[in-house]
């Protein structure tokens, strides 16, 4: 077992360096089962939830090599079982991401339904009404997913009940070796949908209207393979920089893209930070107290769920109450409690919480809850006084690349302990 210990009550300055996007990542490995060659994945962060999806592949017969680079070298020609059983993705959420590659080229596939944060019921039922819409023959038994496709998947219009990034990403790549076009409307806008678009787009396939609402896929052939990279992490970039803030301090992130960010850096200005940006970087100080903000989470270019937690941390010790909406995810609530043991001043009513800030948090024995709860109260143990003891911080390598690394450079005093049970 593993806490985190931070001594609290150290303003953040420096700069640090954003790894590759999780969220991004997961599809593009995904995408690596359409390719009838190998492919080189560029900027893949070491995280928990990557490792379940290499070894996935690899079970499933790829061949997966990592190199010094944070790059992955995969070629999935030898895959010859096209499963995903419950003992191997039943951490992750985004095992259902390799259902439509799988389909599309073996003609079937078993797929666990999947695990994951306990933040919602994020169900895949419009990933598999797509799949049906293009002929697939789906039954769900036994916690599996069983799709058949003998004739192959053909195109179809597709139209989503509501905005979900990782059924948009599902369909799009098996639509990409369908037979005839596929129309995909009410489609997720996010960077990461983008960037998988992109990817398959340099691999041979033909995509047109993604980051906007409607996308339209023309089946081809084959896809070829070639070197495909990975977007910044936006949500990484969010926490460090909120965590700068948090403290009083004055925080970089480099290596990212501030136009990730809009919504997120709107409200940081909006409750008085001063915003520098480049580039390829973003620089937030706080200029005293910052003033409590309202937010409410909504689908891109909307403020992302993703960062609610942080946020939520954040206006913890601003002045004033903040009220903020989560519309995403039913459960995502769940570290509110353990901010309040920190001291903080939260009410819930329903899908929103008032936030009124307080002066100081103190330091407090609190457990992770999901992966985003993990990072705002490594915040929270960084901003407040005395100790912070994180435990069940597995949530957090699922999510942030080396963050007591990162964390340190910053000038927080944070460490990892191991403990006996």
Same mark, same amino acid.
């Given at each position: 077992?593993?806490?985190?210990?931070?001594?609290?009550?150290?303003?953040?300055?420096?700069?640090?360096?954003?790894?590759?996007?999780?969220?991004?990542?997961?599809?593009?490995?995904?995408?690596?089962?359409?390719?009838?060659?190998?492919?080189?994945?560029?900027?893949?962060?070491?995280?928990?939830?990557?490792?379940?999806?290499?070894?996935?592949?690899?079970?499933?017969?790829?061949?997966?090599? +990592?190199?010094?680079?944070?790059?992955?070298?995969?070629?999935?020609?030898?895959?010859?079982?096209?499963?995903?059983?419950?003992?191997?993705?039943?951490?992750?959420?985004?095992?259902?991401?390799?259902?439509?590659?799988?389909?599309?080229? !073996?003609?079937? #596939?078993?797929?666990?339904?999947?695990?994951?944060?306990?933040?919602?019921?994020?169900?895949?039922?419009?990933?598999?009404? %797509?799949?049906?819409?293009? %002929?697939?023959?789906?039954? *769900?038994?036994?916690?599996?997913?069983?799709?058949?496709?003998?004739?192959?998947?053909?195109?179809?219009?597709?139209?989503?009940?509501?905005?979900?990034?990782?059924?948009?990403?599902?369909?799009?790549?098996?639509?990409?070796?369908?037979?005839?076009?596929?129309?995909?409307?009410?489609?997720?806008?996010?960077?990461?949908?983008?960037? =998988?678009?992109?990817?398959?787009?340099?691999?041979?396939?033909?995509?047109?209207?993604?980051?906007?609402?409607?996308?339209?896929?023309?089946?081809?052939?084959?896809?070829?393979?070639?070197?495909?990279?990975?977007?910044? &992490?936006?949500?990484?970039?969010?926490?460090?920089?909120?965590?700068?803030?948090?403290? /009083?301090?004055?925080?970089?992130?480099?290596?990212?893209?501030?136009?990730?960010?809009?919504?997120?850096?709107?409200?940081?200005?909006?409750?008085?930070?001063?915003?520098?940006?480049? &580039?390829? +970087?973003?620089?937030?100080?706080?200029? %005293?107290?910052?003033?409590?903000?309202?937010?409410?989470?909504?689908?891109?270019?909307?403020?992302?769920?993703?960062?609610?937690?942080?946020?939520?941390?954040?206006?913890?010790?601003?002045?004033?109450?903040?009220?903020?909406?989560?519309?995403? !995810?039913?459960?995502? !609530?769940?570290?509110?409690?353990?901010?309040?043991?920190?001291?903080?001043?939260?009410?819930?009513?329903?899908?929103? #919480?008032?936030?009124? /800030?307080?002066?100081? =948090?103190?330091?407090?024995?609190?457990?992770?809850?999901?992966?985003?709860?993990?990072?705002?109260?490594?915040?929270? %143990?960084?901003? #407040?006084?005395?100790?912070?003891?994180?435990?069940? *911080? +597995?949530?957090?390598?699922?999510?942030?690349?080396?963050?007591?690394?990162?964390?340190?450079?910053?000038?927080?005093?944070?460490?990892?302990?191991?403990?006996?049970?």
């Amino acid at each position: 077992m593993e806490n985190i210990v931070i001594q609290g009550g150290t303003p953040l300055k420096g700069s640090v360096e954003i790894s590759g996007a999780k969220n991004a990542a997961l599809p593009l490995l995904a995408a690596a089962i359409l390719a009838d060659e190998p492919v080189i994945l560029h900027r893949i962060p070491h995280l928990n939830d990557i490792s379940t999806m290499t070894n996935l592949l690899a079970w499933q017969g790829a061949e997966v090599t +990592y190199d010094d680079q944070n790059c992955l070298h995969i070629d999935t020609r030898p895959a010859n079982k096209p499963e995903a059983p419950y003992d191997m993705v039943k951490t992750m959420r985004a095992s259902s991401l390799v259902l439509g590659p799988l389909l599309v080229r !073996f003609g079937e #596939a078993k797929v666990s339904l999947p695990g994951g944060c306990a933040i919602g019921a994020r169900p895949i039922d419009m990933h598999l009404k %797509g799949l049906e819409i293009m %002929g697939a023959e789906i039954e *769900v038994e036994h916690g599996m997913v069983i799709a058949k496709a003998p004739k192959g998947l053909h195109g179809g219009r597709i139209v989503f009940d509501m905005v979900t990034v990782t059924g948009t990403e599902n369909l799009m790549m098996a639509a990409t070796l369908a037979k005839g076009e596929t129309v995909l409307e009410n489609a997720a806008r996010e960077p990461e949908v983008v960037n =998988l678009a992109d990817a398959l787009r340099s691999m041979g396939a033909q995509i047109e209207g993604d980051g906007t609402a409607c996308i339209t896929i023309q089946g081809v052939d084959r896809l070829a393979g070639g070197d495909i990279y990975t977007i910044s &992490d936006r949500i990484e970039a969010a926490t460090y920089l909120a965590a700068g803030l948090m403290t /009083g301090g004055d925080v970089t992130v480099t290596n990212t893209d501030p136009h990730l960010l809009e919504a997120f850096l709107a409200r940081v200005k909006e409750a008085g930070a001063t915003v520098e940006t480049g &580039d390829d +970087y973003i620089r937030c100080i706080a200029n %005293g107290r910052l003033q409590a903000v309202n937010i409410h989470t909504m689908p891109h270019p909307g403020f992302p769920t993703d960062i609610q937690a942080q946020f939520m941390a954040m206006m913890c010790v601003a002045e004033g109450t903040s009220l903020i909406s989560e519309t995403i !995810f039913e459960n995502r !609530f769940m570290h509110v409690q353990e901010l309040v043991r920190m001291g903080a001043d939260i009410q819930l009513d329903g899908h929103t #919480a008032a936030v009124k /800030g307080v002066a100081r =948090l103190s330091g407090a024995p609190v457990m992770a809850t999901d992966l985003r709860a993990s990072a705002s109260l490594v915040m929270a %143990g960084v901003a #407040a006084e005395g100790e912070t003891v994180i435990s069940r *911080v +597995y949530h957090i390598d699922r999510g942030y690349e080396r963050i007591e690394e990162k964390m340190r450079s910053l000038g927080a005093n944070i460490e990892r302990h191991y403990v006996q049970k």
